[in-house]
């Protein structure tokens, strides 16, 4: 049965993109035959981050091994592997003079690490080109390989992002082939193999979880160590995806900004258009 898709209330508008900075860096990515998640996974931030010319760069291509329920990017059985991608996101972060890079991959379960040394040499060519950019990484589960994880932790990015995306008990129908405990224990390790890297992790709320359930994941992830954590209303990118269970008001926000400042996130970036690169540059310590 195809989901209906509801009307979004008003805090939820976005404006069309458009303006030099967004077709500038529109050109650069056609032009280095580049993905990013803002496009692939239809993010409503598209048009203000382009605008100020930032962007999440997508590696290992734009198909994605497994089917997530909330996500629009490209499900099925991955054909080719870019080695040259690293070289061109590098070149692309130097023409955009990129302060702070935000790189991200689809899951790539067939290739033996995942491609965790795709997002190492990616680390490593930004760093050749643009040393004084800081880069943050937004990796897929790798399966829990250690090895993988730790192939890319000693690229030494700044900011190590894991999504758990939503709470343990919608796990089976919004992000199967994942498991919540396995994401925790990723953040754990990035921890104890690289201690001086920033952790990050991220939901969506919308879903059918409830506020206590938020809350216990919030103090779970904050027991393995995550100093910043992002909350976003999941919309539904098309019908054929996850409905909307319920939107959640900016206030509703702004107390789970509280309760994840309580249990000792450094930095919580919570509101209805929050994705997990959205102000990614603002939270690098100064």
Same mark, same amino acid.
């Given at each position: ?13 976005? $404006? ?18 580049? +993905? ?10 598209? @048009? /203000? ?16 091994? $497994? ?14 592997? =870019? ?6 996101? %590098? ?58 994880? @730790?192939?890319?932790?000693? @690229? ?5 992002? +894991?999504?758990? /995306? ?14 919540? =405990? ?11 193999? %690289?201690?001086?890297? &920033? ?28 100093? &910043? ?19 959640? +008001? ?29 102000? %990614? @540059?603002?939270? &690098?310590?100064?």
């Amino acid at each position: 049965m195809v989901a209906t898709r509801s009307p979004r209330p008003e805090w939820l508008k976005v $404006r069309v993109p458009g303006g030099e900075s967004y077709s500038r860096l529109k050109s650069v990515m056609r032009e280095l035959e580049l +993905h990013t998640v803002c496009e692939e996974a239809r993010c409503p931030n598209l @048009a /203000e981050c382009w605008g100020q010319g930032t962007a999440t760069f997508m590696i290992l291509g734009d198909v994605c091994t $497994r089917s997530c329920g909330f996500c629009a990017v490209t499900t099925g059985l991955p054909t080719t592997l =870019d080695l040259a991608e690293p070289e061109r996101v %590098a070149n692309a972060v130097q023409r955009m003079k990129l302060q702070h890079a935000v790189i991200t991959s689809v899951n790539r379960d067939e290739l033996p690490d995942g491609g965790a040394f795709l997002f190492a040499r990616t680390i490593e060519a930004v760093r050749r080109r643009s040393p004084g950019t800081t880069i943050e990484v937004l990796i897929p589960d790798f399966k829990g390989s250690r090895p993988a994880l @730790a192939r890319v932790l000693d @690229a030494r990015p700044e900011i190590l992002n +894991h999504n758990v /995306e939503t709470v343990p008990r919608l796990y089976k129908r919004v992000r199967p082939g994942a498991r919540f =405990d396995q994401s925790v224990e990723l953040l754990e390790r990035v921890k104890e193999i %690289a201690p001086a890297v &920033i952790r990050k992790t991220g939901i969506m709320v919308g879903l059918g979880e409830s506020r206590d359930e938020i809350a216990s994941v919030m103090e779970r992830l904050g027991e393995a160590g995550v100093q &910043i954590f992002t909350i976003g209303q999941y919309l539904q990118p098309t019908k054929n995806h996850l409905p909307v269970e319920r939107f959640y +008001h900016p206030n509703e926000f702004a107390d789970l900004k509280r309760i994840g400042l309580a249990v000792g996130f450094r930095h919580v970036e919570s509101g209805p258009l929050v994705r997990s690169s959205y102000h %990614a @540059a603002n939270q &690098i310590p100064t």
